[in-house]
Each structure stands twice: as C-alpha cells, then as structure tokens.
DNA sequence: TTGTATGCGTTATCAA
DNA sequence: TTGATAACGCATACAA
C-alpha cells in the first residue's frame, strides 16, 4: 500500500543506495538522476516508514538535555511526570533524557546549569529559561548546533524549535470572566502576583484587569501585591492588604504562595466570605478548592507541558520533522471541587 | 542497553527460534528448556521491541472497525478528527480503519451495520453502542473471536477490552457545583434533557440533582421535560416550561437541542435573564457562550474519545497490550467564552 | 523438539 | 558517482 525506497530504485532504475543519497540529500549523485529520482519519489508521494527508520536509527544514543526550575516549586512535579511518560515511550528509538534540575531564578546559576549539561555530551535541549539576554545569547549558541525548546515560561530573541507552555494574557481573561460570573455588585478585588519582574504574571494580571474593565465595569482592581512565591511573604503582603482595602470582598492569585495568603484571610476571619481564583493544583490549592475556600482554579496541562518537549525533540531527532506551530498553548482548564 | 532476544538465546545456549517459541507461548519445546529461557528473560528485564514488532507485523495488514451514530450529530464531528489523527499515527503499523456511520439509535438498524461491517472482514471493532440486551449478546458473540472497545456511551454486560467516554453523574455534579456558584439565591432550575431513555441524560440529572440538593438546598429543580435531542421539541417544550414555572431563573441542558431551546426563551424575552449550562460545543452553543448567553458548557473531550480507542485497539492488535484501565473517563472540561 | 534462513524498510559501509 | 551488502530486532516458514 505505502511506497518503498524500493520501488522508487526499481522505477527509476538506480539502486536503494542512490535513491537514499537523494532523498536525504546527502550529495554524490549525478543532477539528472537525482532529479529523475525526486520526481518519481513525488509522484508516487513517498513518504518514509518511521518504524524502519527508528529501528535502524537505534544504535545511534540520542540524548535530551533537560534543564528545569523545578527544585523547591511542587508546580513542576506534573511536569515531570510528563516528561518520563515521554521517555518511555520513546526508549525503542534510542533515546534518553537527561534532566538536570535547579532552584530558583538566577541568570549565573542557570548560565553554569546549561554549560555543565552541554559538556555531558547532549543532542537536544528543552529548558525554562529566565527571559534574560545573557540566557537568550548562550541559547542561540546552543541552537546553532542542536534543536532547542522553550517550555513553560518564555524568552524573546531565541531561535527556538518551539514554546509550549500557557498564553498568560488569556488566562488572565478567564480569570475575570469567571470573577465576573461570581463576584458580587460593585466587588473590590485584590491581586496577589508573585513578582514584577515575571512577565507571565503581568500578563496574568492584565489579561484580567482589561477584561473586567470592559465586561464588568463595575468590578474594580483595589491592590496588587507581590509575594516573590513565598508563603511567608505572602501571608504577610496579604494580610496588610486586607487590612488596609475596606470591604475588598475577592482575591485573584497570579501564581504561588497561595497557602499563605489564606492563612492570612483565615486569621481575620474571611474564609468563605472572599471569592478567590488561583493558577495551577498544588496540593494547597486542592485542599481549599475541596472545602470550598478557592471558587476556581485554572490550569495549564503541565503534565503536557512536559510530555510534548520531549516527543517534539525525539521527532526532530529521529525523522528530522519540525513542530507544526512554533507557539503551542495549552488549553486554559477551568477547575472546581468536582472536576479537579 | 536494552536486552534482545538474541542475547537471550546466546545466555540460554539456545536458538533465537526457540527463545521466541518461549516467550511467545508457542509451545514446542521442553519444560526444562523453557523455565530456563523464562528464567534468564525475566533476570535481564527483557522486554519486548515494539518497532522491531511493528516493522515485521507490516505486512499483516489490520483492519480497525468503526461503527458510530454520528450522522446528523455534530458532537461525533470532533471525535472523528481524533480518530483519523489516530489512525495517521497508526499508519505505519499497517492498521487502517473502516469506518461507518449510521443514523439515530434503532436497535434493528445498529445490528445490521455490525453485520455488515463483520462480513467486509474486520480485526478489531469499537463503536458507540445502544445500551440494548440483543446489542450486547451479539458483541459478546464478536468480542470471542476480536477486541471490542466500547467509546462515548457504555452498554452493559459485555466483555469489553476498555470503555472510553465520559463520567456521566460526575458531570452533572460538576454542572450543579457551577450552578451553585452563580445562580440566584432561592434560584428555581428548569431542566431540559435528552431521553428519559438515555442512561447518560438521567446521570447528568441526578448527579445535578444530588450535588444541588446538598450543597445549595436554595436551588430546586422546577421542571424535567426531554426534546429527544430534537430542536423543534426543543423549542416546544422549552416554552412551554418557561411560561408553566413562575420564576424560573436558570436551565440546565443535559444534551441537545439547545438552539431551539434558546430561540424559545429568546422570544419570551428571557435573554439574559437566565443562567444557562449545557454540554458539550457544537456551533450553536458557541455562539451563545461567545455573546454571554450561556454561562458554561462542559465538555468530554471528544477528540480524545477517538483517538483513544483507535490507539488502543492498535496497541492491542501490534503488541498484545491490553488498556490499563477498564474505565476510561475523560476529564469534565469547563468551558467559557475565553476558553473554548 | 529445535535450529536456520529470510524479510520488514531504512541507514551505513564498503567496494566498484 | 554508483551499487551491493550488512545490520537493526523480531516473526515465520521451513529444515533438521
């Protein structure tokens, strides 16, 4: 049913040998018959048997440098698991993952982070970069000689295979759909965002502010805090803004430190009588989803977030094929009690 | 790395021939011989090369075969891409798909396009089936001699390699959690179903009804009335609820027909006066989430209904894996006009 | 009851 | 610039 190299060699007369060095444009062939070979290959819409491909590519040990901020942030656990999930599925082509995991958001530490995983000898690299021009001019080094792919959280003036990972601006548009839905007349919201300097978390922020502004006018943005994704600073940035803003009556959580901001709202006797909406299903977020505290959580398919790097780079690997889009989103998932 | 049934043979004193016999259960071959190549495979982890399988199991060609109800319901469209995705992904593997659609739920017609797609010499079958006891004898018959994967709508008493859909009751929790969170205190539900006939639309009903009754006891339920998944009915019946119940403030969907459902509270001038949730995102319900109509549609993923069964009827026919899990469930996805 | 040869579609390594 | 041949890991038909 499918066309062979086979019979590409036996219509065009030459043999399996050329008409590979055609296809695959390895040089050494008379133009006439490489343009013989390439018509018929067309014609006959060739297209390459993976599966033979993956079994003879075996020998070769591919490697799949990983570097991830994951040490400390429960975030990127799911990830992780989507990561493995890759792995297995792709350990009949020879292919293996090496995952170097660090903690934190400094440019000298993931600068020394990528150098040491580079000199451990990788064919490909999937990270989530810190959107800094050293990171960016050590990426595009990188990428001149093996395939990169961002993840998670964006950089700008890299030449990347792909971003997968969240649009935060809609997201941020979710979020105030969805306080809109639930918020009562004339609601004063507070945001806690994790940190200036994080672009996904302005985006977060103003996707949600330009939406209620032009949907639910009167729904009102009373304070933003930062909290750096630390539950200490957290509790304590969020208690003062409490405090401080008079009948605020909801609370919009743009990232991390979740559960100290509710111990703050507990402590003054809040609980239920805030709307709260969070991003992403730590363990924290859970529990108070469960009882009811946090009225929506929106996720960005982390498990995906991970499985996908690995797959796009085991395919440009293994048959050379590029990602169809070079930005892909994840679905913005909506979760409550029940569907979590 | 990975171990090889040749290294196997060589470790045993054996010919490749027989270790195959061994791990393939063939028998022929001596109790003594066997537990020792048993023993040495289980020792070194042996596992199987599924592209080497696959490269040697291509000239077999598959045949998958597919029966669906989907003609004249949108909702199958989606569920078909994911099985044309899937069988693209298969492609190599030789399986190809047979796929045929037929029209509404009479028993009579079903078992006839079963015979049918039989007879044309098919090795694997999943299909929507009606939950009917003639049904279930005849795929028990079929389930002797092939897989048999049962997807969007489960059947009862038949031996099935995996149900692949939706948590029906689950999903009408989630739709009254959601409903608690915006409807009006005191709020009187109208509820629009499919067929009292149809085991899901009664899940749909007493998962609502059940979460409602014991998280928000303000919210009753004034009215059940089913438009057979019909817009006309729909419509009719629609109208006649909103003018019988006093009050009404909210609808929930269980299935069809919504279009006709909100061109007769459109006429009423009930607009946005209502708060509305359904199922599923056929055109028309996108349109009436995009201009705020609907508050939430909740979906089942569909894609992931056909690519799933495709899969893993593939896995099973290549490699003899069975699914992991008997029950499938989908994810219930919220979805709002920022989201879909 | 066992071993051997052949082929699946591709790439890589020779030799011509 | 080409063509032939050997792998990759497995299944299978056939020979012993």
Redesign the pocket.
């Known amino acids: 049913l499918?066309?062979?190299?086979?019979?590409?060699?036996q219509l065009a007369?030459?043999?399996?040998?050329?008409?590979?060095?055609v296809?695959?444009n390895?040089?050494?062939?008379?133009?006439?018959?490489?343009a013989h070979v390439k018509g018929i290959a067309a014609e006959l819409g060739?297209?390459?048997?993976?599966?033979?491909?993956a079994?003879?590519?075996?020998?070769?040990k591919y490697v799949i440098g990983i570097l991830v901020n994951s040490i400390g942030n429960h975030f990127f656990d799911e990830i992780l698991e989507g990561m493995e999930a890759a792995a297995e599925s792709i350990e009949d082509f020879g292919i293996l993952l090496a995952i170097k995991k660090i903690k934190g958001y400094s440019v000298e530490k993931q600068l020394a982070a990528l150098e040491e995983l580079c000199a451990q000898g990788i064919n490909a690299l999937a990270l989530t970069p810190i959107n800094d021009k050293r990171i960016a001019a050590k990426l595009n080094e990188i990428a001149g000689e093996l395939p990169v792919v961002v993840f998670n959280s964006d950089i700008e003036g890299v030449n990347k295979l792909a971003f997968i990972g969240s649009d935060y601006y809609k997201s941020g548009e979710v979020a105030g759909e969805l306080m809109g839905k639930i918020a009562p007349p004339d609601c004063k919201v507070g945001i806690i965002t994790g940190s200036a300097h994080m672009k996904g978390h302005n985006d977060r922020i103003r996707g949600f502010s330009d939406y209620i502004e032009e949907y639910f006018p009167s729904i009102t943005v009373a304070d933003i805090e930062a909290n750096n994704d630390d539950e200490q600073t957290s509790y304590r940035v969020t208690k003062r803004m409490l405090q401080k803003v008079p009948g605020i009556a909801a609370l919009y959580f743009t990232a991390g430190g979740v559960e100290g901001g509710l111990r703050a709202a507990h402590e003054l006797g809040f609980d239920k009588a805030l709307k709260i909406i969070t991003f992403d299903a730590t363990p924290a977020i859970r529990k108070n989803l469960e009882s009811g505290i946090i009225s929506f959580t929106l996720c960005q398919q982390p498990y995906r977030q991970g499985y996908l790097p690995v797959r796009m780079l085991a395919d440009y690997l293994v048959s050379g094929v590029k990602p169809e889009r070079q930005n892909d989103y994840m679905d913005i998932e909506i979760k409550v009690k029940n569907n979590i």
Chains 1, 2 share one sequence.
């Open positions: 499918n066309v062979t190299i086979n019979q590409i060699a007369g030459v043999s399996r040998g050329t008409v590979d060095r296809l695959n390895r040089g050494n062939v008379k133009p006439e018959v490489m060739y297209k390459p048997n993976a599966v033979a491909k079994l003879v590519t075996r020998k070769k």
